[in-house]
C-alpha cells in the first residue's frame, strides 16, 4: 500500500467516526459533555473506541467492493 493510499484511508475511516460518534451517546451522556471537561474528554474517548472498529470495516468493505 503505498502512503498515498494509507492517508485516503485514514481520511476515510476519520471521517466516518466524525460523522458517527456523535449518534453512539445517549442525551445524558452528550449533556454532560457539554458542562465537563473531564466528561468531555472520557466521553469522546468512549464515542471513539465505539465507532472506530465499524469504521474500519466500513472502509475496507467499501474498497474492496470498488475493486470489483
Not at 474528554?41 to 473506541?49: C, P, R
Request: proline share 3%; charged share 20%.
Amino acid at each position: 500500500m503505498t502512503k498515498n493510499q494509507k492517508q485516503q484511508k485514514k481520511k476515510q475511516i476519520c471521517k466516518c467516526v466524525g460523522k458517527n460518534a456523535p449518534t453512539v451517546l445517549s442525551p445524558s451522556e452528550l449533556a454532560l459533555a457539554a458542562v465537563g471537561s473531564k466528561a468531555r474528554t472520557a466521553l469522546t474517548g468512549v464515542a471513539v473506541a465505539k465507532t472506530m472498529n465499524a469504521c474500519v470495516s466500513e472502509v475496507i468493505k467499501y474498497n474492496s467492493l470498488n475493486r470489483l
